[in-house]
């Protein structure tokens, strides 16, 4: 409750009324009603006078009032209209009708000429009490209660003389734990308190009190109870009450709050930023008048346009006469808690430490922390710049794989009996190693290498694209690059950065890991230029670590030779503030929202930052990106994959093929050449003793079974120790002398 109006109970209807005028220089229209119902009546009565019982308004009444409503007078409910109050519930019974019954009765004999009642909460309880006296006493039976005279003493009153009863406690006892359903509803003095549970919350409509729902303490509010004595709970949700109707015959709800049309004005904080773009304040020397302009001004004002009322407002200089700052700007947001002005606006961060004594509205800038570093030619003049495109691992991983696959297409091939592999094995690695590079299919006979070469081709031309690629962006398209790419470098080399004096940025770089001594703060953007061409050796420094909405004004200044890198670190941005709890920072945040989203906010920037796009090395800038063996590990292992699974299928086809022929050949033809059986024993063994690979070679196959015949030639080949193969020229045919035809 940001105020608290105090009330006498012998107030007149005058001093009242100088209250309600309090009230309404104020932001709130949400009013809590706790007083009797003698001087509420007053208070009612002259704030429908006043027009305070309008649209607009709400009104809740405690119990003070609201348990007596129906005894009021029809004027003053008539005042109240709208008005909502929160009252003990009485639950209905019939023991409660006949009572009414009687009460009313009882009423009009004694009071003819006034108007029915019903019996007030107040009436019914003082009832239960009575009843609750009664039970106790026969429960503890009074008949034999003793009084014992106290002690007289002197200008002692009569009440002095009364005795004390010595089953006293033992009555207490038993009224304390006497617990009955009465007239008021369940009577509990646990605790010595009576304990309620059940409140009900009604509205004053045209003069009567109407039922919208009920509140429990442990169901929250809800429309109906049932035996439980609840129905339904709204912890995170709007509670489905009766429709309510408001102040003025409303039934929108009222929005709780409006700018005082007799307050003063709004007092807006403003301050000098070390970057006039964003706030300039200057004071009017002969009026004493303060005006403010610059990008955050101008987000204010537009924001002023966007909202459904009109605030009446005023700059109040948080500088000296001479417009310089006293104070960092965390003293300045701490004056919206101080209560010195009622907003604070420009280039203020929001901050989370900041947030504890004051609100914030959407941000209305771009966020974030990045860096000012300058730019130098990137065209590279290094003479092994066709090797920078790949990574090492990468050009290792090309070669290993360029060799398995040259080494798995040799052995596919000595299968077949390529012709081109001939010769010292030297000279046969070397075609192997020719083959993935130029291929001609020509000069590969197995269908196994033919497949291995086509998987192989496709990833040669991927990597191949992806090299040309890389190495044409490296030699034309960045031109420009970042002396500095990321913060960790300057922390690395111990190079000294800069900051905008006053900024919290400081504290940051130490957080970051930056030695102080390396830390330097300056006050404008040509200062930070001249650090920045100096250079950290020689005297300036590195980088400048900034806010982003100061870089960009920077870089539109001073656009050649510079550059911004990052973010590097996450940061609200720029909002305005205000105090706790204010209703102005919800339609700040929307109408700053509607702003941002549309062409207004653009208009501003170029207004006072200029066009960003004009500094063509403006913005974050990435530096070159190599190629890495994890970028073609899929394709590397497609080609390993092929590779190595037709050696396998050639494996499994050679054990098969002498599987087979062992299986179908005699085992004296593969130890004597396969000869026929009637040759003479000795000139086989003369032939075996004079050249025992070229017997084997020798040997002729049925006619029949050609097949057969290839098999074994193949077998006598790989048996023959000698390398050269044998022509068809030297064969001797069975039965005919070396000598003959």
């Not at 107040?122 to 014992?148: C, H, P």
């Not at 086509?454 to 090299?467: A, E, K, N, P, Q």
């Not at 590097?568 to 702003?595: M, T």
């Not at 002729?700 to 050269?724: F, G, H, M, N, T």
Request: charge should be neutral; hydrophobic fraction near 35%; charged fraction near 20%.
């Amino acid at each position: 409750m940001p105020y608290r109006s105090g009330i006498s109970q012998s107030a007149n209807s005058d001093q009242v009324e100088q209250e309600l005028y309090k009230l309404m220089t104020m932001q709130t229209r949400v009013y809590i009603v706790h007083m009797s119902s003698t001087i509420g009546s007053i208070l009612f009565t002259k704030a429908k006078e006043l027009g305070m019982m309008s649209d607009g308004y709400a009104w809740i009444l405690t119990d003070g009032m609201a348990n007596i409503i129906n005894s009021i007078s029809p004027l003053v409910l008539d005042a109240m209209d709208g008005a909502l109050g929160v009252r003990f519930y009485v639950p209905k019974s019939k023991e409660l009708g006949y009572f009414t019954t009687r009460w009313t009765m009882r009423y009009k004999q004694d009071n003819p000429n006034d108007p029915p009642t019903e019996p007030s909460i107040f009436g019914l309880r003082g009832y239960d009490t009575i009843w609750t006296l009664a039970q106790a006493a026969e429960k503890v039976s009074m008949i034999n209660a003793i009084s014992q005279k106290q002690q007289q003493r002197k200008n002692s009153t009569c009440l002095g003389t009364l005795g004390m009863s010595t089953i006293g406690p033992k009555l207490l006892d038993a009224i304390l734990q006497h617990k009955f359903k009465g007239l008021s509803g369940d009577f509990d003095l646990t605790n010595r308190q009576l304990q309620f549970s059940i409140f009900q919350i009604i509205n004053v409509v045209r003069s009567e009190s109407k039922e919208i729902g009920f509140w429990t303490a442990k169901g929250g509010i809800h429309r109906n109870l049932n035996q439980n004595g609840y129905k339904d709970t709204y912890l995170n949700s709007i509670p489905d009450l009766s429709p309510v109707v408001w102040p003025g015959e409303a039934n929108i709800v009222p929005k709780g709050w409006q700018f005082p049309t007799y307050g003063k004005r709004l007092r807006v904080g403003v301050r000098t930023s070390g970057y006039p773009e964003f706030m300039k304040v200057e004071r009017d020397p002969v009026t004493n008048v303060t005006t403010a302009t610059g990008y955050a001004i101008d987000v204010f004002e537009e924001v002023l346009k966007q909202l459904p009322y009109a605030i009446p407002y005023e700059y109040v200089a948080f500088d000296n006469a001479q417009g310089v700052s006293h104070g960092t700007y965390n003293d300045f947001v701490y004056q919206v808690h101080l209560g010195v002005y009622q907003a604070v606006i420009g280039d203020i961060t929001i901050r989370y430490n900041r947030t504890s004594y004051a609100d914030f509205t959407l941000p209305y800038t771009e966020s974030g922390i990045a860096m000012i570093v300058p730019v130098k030619d990137g065209t590279t003049k290094d003479t092994w710049i066709f090797l920078k495109p790949l990574t090492t691992d990468l050009w290792f991983g090309s070669i290993v794989f360029f060799i398995f696959t040259g080494a798995a297409i040799w052995l596919l091939e000595r299968r077949v009996d390529n012709s081109e592999l001939t010769g010292p094995i030297s000279r046969q690695l070397a075609i192997a190693m020719y083959f993935p590079f130029f291929i001609d299919k020509e000069r590969v006979e197995s269908i196994l290498s033919r497949l291995v070469i086509i998987v192989w081709v496709f990833v040669l031309l991927v990597i191949t694209s992806s090299y040309t690629a890389n190495l044409s962006s490296m030699l034309t398209v960045q031109q420009l690059q970042p002396t500095v790419t990321d913060v960790h470098e300057l922390l690395k080399k111990g190079d000294y950065v800069g900051y905008h004096n006053g900024s919290y940025v400081g504290d940051l770089l130490e957080q970051l890991g930056f030695d102080r001594r390396k830390i330097r703060a300056y006050n404008s953007q040509d200062d930070f230029a001249d650090a920045l061409y100096k250079g950290s050796k020689n005297g300036g420094i590195a980088a400048v670590i900034h806010e982003v909405p100061y870089i960009e004004i920077f870089l539109a200044k001073h656009c050649k030779g510079y550059t911004m890198v990052g973010p590097i670190y996450k940061s609200e941005g720029f909002g305005f503030a205000f105090p706790k709890r204010s209703p102005l920072v919800y339609d700040f945040s929307r109408a700053i929202l509607s702003i941002t989203e549309g062409d207004a906010i653009i208009q501003i920037e170029r207004k006072w930052v200029g066009n960003q796009h004009a500094c063509q090395n403006d913005g974050p800038i990435i530096g070159s990106s190599r190629l890495k063996f994890k970028n073609f590990s899929g394709l590397f292992l497609l080609t390993g994959v092929a590779s190595t699974s037709a050696l396998l299928i050639a494996l499994v086809m050679f054990l098969y093929k002498k599987h087979k022929i062992r299986n179908s050949i005699g085992p004296n033809q593969i130890q004597m050449g396969y000869g026929e059986e009637h040759i003479d024993e000795q000139t086989r063994e003369r032939t075996t003793e004079s050249n025992p690979s070229q017997n084997l070679q020798l040997a002729v196959p049925d006619d029949s079974d050609s097949y057969a015949c290839q098999q074994e030639i193949e077998i006598s080949r790989e048996l023959s120790p000698s390398s050269e193969v044998q022509t068809t020229s030297d064969f001797t045919p069975h039965g005919t002398s070396s000598n003959g035809a």
